[in-house]
């Protein structure tokens, strides 16, 4: 039984990449103990206010963020934090090394109904000079750990520094979290796909056709029968995709114009394919390799594919055909 810190000195990480690591691991921790405790601990429901994409936060997100930045501005190491759910940057310790950006609650709407949510963090290296929202302008490639902790039936850390991707499950008992697959791989195959169907009328042209063969099944020109499922929080669907392989996407689409993409780049979209990829998998907007993508904003957004890779190529051939 490999503990958290026992693992990280394993991994040969710098010490203060591992102590990072460990504070991540501590917000983890905390907000899972919020989650359990449901509404006997006051988490659950509407708070009074909007995020900067003009969400309704609920009272989760609040706390969830409120206890990350506390943490990570205690960490001399954290330069400087940014959140889905603050508008602006915010600058933590001048001489620190790491820039954090994170999603403190993700699949908000699931709290409510006692469903998975979970928490995402991506750490970037901190560039001399002023923390500013240049500073965090960096692509995904440039990421020296990617993790998300899944706050299900059990709490789990899926966690990578770049040399493949760990999981770790926590012991409710010490509080502490526990390696329990050393090398995820993502079958490069798959017969289940999530996306959100609701949606179905707003996508375009090459996902509307590569969606709409997979659903004729056997009787279609891909010749088998597909799965779907759709959980609603990025986690729990990219959780299942490298438990099992898969593919997930959140598509663009035109329901809302101002807004044609759901799903954030600096702390949805790049962590999450950084853990897919060192899994083994392939993560792209349908036209480009997600961690290539030059940011040029804080909150962006982009369209996501990703999970097994045969299947995320056969998804990107539409795409290449118009
Ligand atoms: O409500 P929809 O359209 O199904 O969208 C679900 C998606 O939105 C998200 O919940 C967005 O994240 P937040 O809950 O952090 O805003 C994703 O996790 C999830 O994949
Ligand atoms: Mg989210
Ligand atoms: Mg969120």
Not at 84 to 89: A, D, R, S, W
Not at 136 to 146: H, L
Not at 284 to 303: C, K, N, W
Request: charged share 20%; aromatic share 6%.
């Amino acid at each position: 039984m490999q503990r958290l810190h026992e693992s990280l000195i394993q991994q040969g990480l710098t010490s203060e990449l591992q102590q990072l690591i460990l504070t991540l691991a501590e917000c983890g921790v905390e907000i899972s103990r919020l989650v359990r405790g449901g509404a006997l601990a006051g988490v659950l429901g509407v708070a009074e206010t909007e995020n900067v994409q003009g969400e309704t936060q609920k009272k989760l997100d609040i706390i969830a963020n409120d206890l990350i930045k506390q943490k990570l501005a205690a960490n001399p190491l954290v330069k400087g934090i940014a959140s889905e759910e603050e508008t602006e940057v915010v600058a933590a310790n001048g001489n620190g090394q790491y820039l954090v950006c994170f999603d403190p609650l993700d699949g908000s709407s699931n709290i409510d109904i006692n469903s998975l949510v979970g928490t995402i963090f991506s750490v970037l290296p901190a560039p001399e000079g002023e923390v500013n929202e240049q500073a965090f302008m960096q692509p995904g490639t440039r990421q020296n750990c990617a993790c998300y902790m899944l706050y299900g039936p059990a709490t789990v850390m899926a966690m990578t520094t770049g040399q493949g991707t760990r999981m770790y499950s926590l012991d409710p008992d010490s509080d502490e979290f526990i390696l329990v697959e050393e090398r995820v791989e993502v079958p490069a195959e798959t017969g289940e796909f999530a996306i959100n169907m609701s949606n179905q009328r707003f996508w375009q042209a090459p996902m509307q056709r590569y969606i709409a063969d997979l659903v004729q099944g056997k009787e279609g020109p891909r010749g088998r029968n597909f799965n779907m499922r759709w959980i609603a929080a990025m986690v729990g669907d990219v959780h299942r995709v490298l438990s099992r392989g898969g593919l997930f996407t959140y598509p663009q689409d035109t329901k809302n114009p101002t807004k044609p993409f759901k799903l954030r780049l600096m702390y949805e979209a790049n962590p999450m394919s950084f853990l897919v990829e060192q899994a083994g998998g392939k993560a792209s907007t349908g036209y480009e390799r997600i961690m290539e993508i030059q940011p040029d904003q804080i909150h962006q957004r982009v369209a996501v594919i990703l999970g097994s890779k045969d299947e995320v190529d056969t998804c990107l051939r539409y795409h290449s055909e118009g």
